[in-house]
Every structure is written in structure tokens, then in C-alpha cells.
């Protein structure tokens, strides 16, 4: 089941509000699993995504017969964005971004996409998809058939085949929408429930509302990447392989290994030192967002911390935040000589940040409990 990188040191005022950070992890600890794209969908974005997603998955006890289920949907929903998310440079600059998001709420699993087409489309696509929702399982079978022998769609004319095997796949109706973008283009939201063998509680049939939101709030806040859930070493590897995929069209090769090395040591701080009432698990739970703006990326960490720590964690950042250069520098080479400690790890973390971002370190931490704390750590990477 899913659970729930010559110094000039500046402060830049953080850009993704610490405050909201906890808002949106209150907003998606109803769910047991998170996994949050938006943005341009390449064909090498999209095969990464798709990876990272399946890693979630395989990482649980699900049945196979559910996981199968799983893939061919993913599959088909990132084909699908990715033939139709072919946007202008203008349309660009409108937001026409292209979304994803996979969750898991009561064992039962949502994925949405949404993508730009034009208003003139939205008509015949509405009348297709509401077709293939008024067909049961064996018409739906029949009426793929009709569309293998006779071409029924081009391959980007909406309701085709990919689609209609997604309805049978899921055994479910497909949930879709539209919403304007401007005069000229409207984003098109689809959504399939993946029905787990053993669900808990009374999860709804359509979660698009909701996930319709968490577009707009990724859009509103520049947003890209967005995880939440249980940080394995699998998971890990899976958002450094996300972070070279959204980064990748930086230039900059510096710039490049900054921003990599940055979320290196933030995702060791979630995965090595975070606390979590269970204490079971092979992970840790925790959040990560990735953001963007024209002067800088802002990456970002989130996960609980025991209570007891967090006055000694509140002065270990002040005090590495008012280090000069000079001091961070002699910092680190002393962490080199000395014996490797658990905790030395997660001192020399914080100065690594300072150094290889070039900027202060932006924190937050927000009483849960008698027990627990959310403790969130935000770094800029200036372009």
C-alpha cells in the first residue's frame, strides 16, 4: 500500500511561501501517494516520468493484476499528452502547460493528464468520449474492433483506440473535462480510476475536481515537480532522474550541477534523517517540490522531525546561514578529516547546500503534536 544543488552570498525572499508548503502537504496527506508533473512533455520527460511512477508502484503491495492495469493506463495517458501537448511559443507564455498526476486514495489509484487543444476540437472530442462512456464492456470490446479494421480516428483525433482501451482496461467511465485557456485554446482533462482489489473506505468516482486544482496551484506557483509520499532509495533515484529531465534544458552546465547537487543533499536529509511515527518502513515520509521563475529555481523538502530536535536543527541553519564564505569553506574541509558521523552527516548537509547554491537557506518548522514536528527546508539556485 502507498504511504502516507568567488561566493556572493544573498537572502532572496522564498518564492514558493513556506507557509503554503504545509498547506499543500495537508492538502495531499489524504492520499496515500502523490506524484505531480507540469510542464513540457518531451518524449525523454515522458519515458522518465512514466519510470518514476511505475518505481512507486512496483515499490508497494499490490496485486499484478492491478499493477498491470496501472502501467497500460500511464503508458497510454503520457502517449496521449505527449502527441497533443505541441504548443507555440505564445501559447506557451499563455501557461498552456501540460499535466499529470498519479495518486493513490483508499487503495483505489486516480491518474488525470491534461493537455491544450483548440477550442474548435472540443465539440467532436466531448461527443467521442461520451460515446465510449455509454458502452458496456462487451460493446466496448466490439467498438474496438471497428476501430482496428476500419481506422475509425486518425492518430490524433481524440477518442481512438488508445482511449477506448484505457475504458476497458479500468473497467471504469471516463472521467474528462474542459477548461479555457484563452479565446483561441482550452486544456482538455481526462481521468481513469484504477479500482485496487482491496479497497478501504469509500473512495469517490471522480477525484477531477480536485486534481483540476493542483494544476491550477502548480501553474499559479510555478510549480513543476511535485512528490509526496514515502522517500525509499528507489523513489530517490527516481526524482534525480525527474530533476535532470526538467533541468536538462538549462544551458548552463554549472548552473546544471548546482541544481543537482542541491536536491542531492536534500533528498539525503528526507531519506537519512527524517523522523516518522512508523517506524517499520523501508522509507521515510516526506515532500519535494521543484519550482522555477525567471531569475532562479526554488527546490524544496519537507518531512517530520521528533519534537526534541527541532530547537537544536532551528539554531544549526541560523548558524549556518550567518557563515561567511571563508567560515563555510574551513567548515567543510574540517567535516572531510573528521570520523563520519549519522549526525555529522546532517551538519555538513546544511553548509553543503549554502555553498553549492550560493545562497542562504529559507526553513520552516510547524508543531503537528506532542511528538512531531513538519520541518521544511527550501533553497534557491540563482540562474
Not at 493506463?73 to 505541441?86: C, F, I, P, Y
Not at 533515484?237 to 541544481?259: C, H, P, Y
Request: charged share 25%.
Amino acid at each position: 500500500m502507498f504511504r502516507k544543488i568567488f561566493y556572493f552570498w544573498i537572502t532572496i525572499i522564498p518564492f514558493v511561501n513556506l507557509s503554503f508548503v504545509y498547506d499543500l502537504h495537508c492538502l495531499l496527506k489524504q492520499s496515500d501517494f502523490s506524484y505531480v508533473y507540469n510542464g513540457d512533455f518531451s518524449q525523454a520527460l515522458t519515458d522518465r516520468i512514466l519510470s518514476f511512477a511505475e518505481a512507486a508502484v512496483d515499490s508497494h503491495s499490490e496485486s499484478t493484476k492491478v499493477k498491470k492495469k496501472l502501467y497500460f493506463v500511464m503508458v497510454e495517458s503520457l502517449q496521449n499528452v505527449a502527441r497533443h501537448s505541441e504548443v507555440t511559443t505564445t501559447q506557451k507564455s499563455q501557461n498552456a502547460s501540460s499535466f499529470f498526476i498519479i495518486q493513490s486514495l483508499n487503495q483505489d489509484y486516480y491518474l488525470t493528464s491534461a493537455n491544450s487543444i483548440e477550442k474548435k476540437d472540443i465539440e467532436s472530442l466531448r461527443d467521442k468520449l461520451e460515446h465510449v462512456n455509454s458502452l458496456d464492456k462487451d460493446a466496448l470490446k466490439i467498438y474496438s474492433n471497428e476501430i482496428l479494421t476500419q481506422g475509425a480516428f486518425s492518430e490524433k483525433g481524440g477518442a481512438g483506440l488508445g482511449l477506448v482501451e484505457m475504458a476497458r482496461k479500468s473497467g471504469n467511465k471516463l472521467a474528462f473535462d474542459f477548461s479555457d485557456i484563452n479565446d483561441a485554446r482550452s486544456y482538455f482533462y481526462f481521468q481513469l480510476k484504477i479500482s485496487s482489489e482491496n479497497p478501504e473506505g469509500n473512495a469517490t468516482s471522480n477525484n477531477l475536481p480536485s486534481s483540476k486544482k493542483m494544476h491550477q496551484l502548480m501553474i499559479d506557483n510555478n510549480l513543476n515537480l511535485i512528490y509526496n509520499g514515502d522517500f525509499t532509495q528507489e523513489i530517490v533515484k527516481g526524482i534525480l532522474s525527474m530533476t535532470e529531465a526538467v533541468i536538462q534544458e538549462e544551458s548552463d552546465f554549472l548552473l546544471r550541477n548546482k541544481i543537482f547537487n542541491v536536491v542531492v543533499e536534500l533528498l539525503q536529509n528526507v531519506f537519512q534523517h527524517a523522523d516518522d511515527p512508523e517506524k517499520s518502513k523501508e522509507g521515510k515520509t516526506g515532500m519535494f517540490l521543484i519550482g522555477e521563475r525567471k531569475d532562479c529555481y526554488v527546490l524544496t523538502a519537507s518531512n517530520l522531525v521528533a519534537n526534541p530536535k527541532t530547537e537544536a536543527l532551528r539554531k544549526h541553519i541560523t548558524a549556518v546561514n550567518n557563515m561567511t564564505a571563508l567560515m563555510l569553506d574551513e567548515r567543510q574541509a574540517e567535516a572531510l578529516n573528521e570520523e563520519v558521523r549519522p549526525e555529522g552527516k546532517a551538519g555538513i548537509g546544511f553548509v553543503d547546500m549554502r555553498i553549492k547554491s550560493e545562497s542562504k537557506i529559507d526553513f520552516q518548522i510547524t508543531p503537528l503534536d506532542d511528538h512531531y514536528s513538519f520541518f521544511t527546508v527550501q533553497v534557491n539556485v540563482s540562474k
